[in-house]
């Protein structure tokens, strides 16, 4: 029905950048809020940021100032810069989507993950 599909992720030095890409394909009438999860190993799953079709975000404390997450709404795209990395930004981050479908279907997705590493 529909996918998501990151990328971006990688190896990187503290103090470095990347930008993480998530595209959304299938049957997708609308996308409302869309959002960056994140897990290091042996920790639950935590929000990072997201943002409403409008544009309205919310982003964690412990990144505010260093990452940004904003859309495409026309490609069904959601992005995170991720500057001033840290070693504690290392885990799986996760792309996340509010998807309305076609015949007043909705659903939650997630895409499958990309692994960021942060050296020190």
């Known amino acids: 029905q529909v996918q998501l599909v990151e990328s971006g992720g990688g190896l990187v030095q503290a103090g470095g950048s990347l930008r993480l890409s998530c595209a959304a394909s299938?049957?997708?009438?609308?996308?409302?809020?869309m959002g960056w999860y994140r897990q290091a190993p042996g920790e639950q799953r935590e929000l990072v940021a997201a943002?409403?079709?409008?544009?309205?975000?919310n982003t964690a404390d412990s990144v505010k100032g260093r990452f940004t997450i904003s859309r495409d709404n026309a490609k069904n795209t959601v992005y995170l810069q991720m500057n001033s990395l840290k070693p504690e930004d290392t885990a799986v981050y996760y792309c996340?989507?509010?998807?309305?479908?076609?015949?007043?279907?909705?659903?939650?997705?997630w895409g499958q993950g990309t692994q960021v590493t942060v050296s020190s």
């Open positions: 943002v409403t079709r409008s544009g309205t975000t």
């Open positions: 299938g049957s997708i009438v609308s996308i409302n809020a």
């Open positions: 996340n989507a509010d998807v309305f479908m076609p015949w007043t279907s909705r659903g939650t997705y």
